[in-house]
């Protein structure tokens, strides 16, 4: 059965929110596993077909506690070729929304 992480950081709990609507929805799929996690370990990334991480933002950053998981991910020698992933965050009203560095 594919297995689809949520994997979140919430201070106010409005990325919490997020996230489970997130997870809501994914389970709406017949034959999908979806786990709603806030603390995973990066080996434990590797049971995932497909991956959400979601994160607020302050002042053009994520959280520090996203940072270091993503971090410690991508240190580690967890594969993640093939795998489906996706991000998407929560920033505050007032343009604190992570800033682009995407070259085309």
Known sequence: MPKLFVVYNSR???????AKAVAEC??????VEVILTYHVKAKEHEE???IVF????HRH???????RLLEKLAA??????GKV?????S??????????????
């Open 12 to 18: 106010a709990g409005n990325t919490e929110r997020m």
């Open 76 to 81: 580690s020698e967890v594969k993640l070729k």
């Open 48 to 50: 995932a077909d497909a």
């Open 26 to 31: 994914a389970k709406i799929v017949k034959g």
């Open 61 to 67: 950053e994520i959280t520090k506690t996203m940072k």
């Open 85 to 89: 992933g996706a991000a998407f965050g």
């Open 91 to 104: 920033p505050g009203w007032s343009g604190e929304a992570p800033t682009c560095c995407l070259n085309s």
């Open 54 to 57: 979601e994160s607020p933002t």
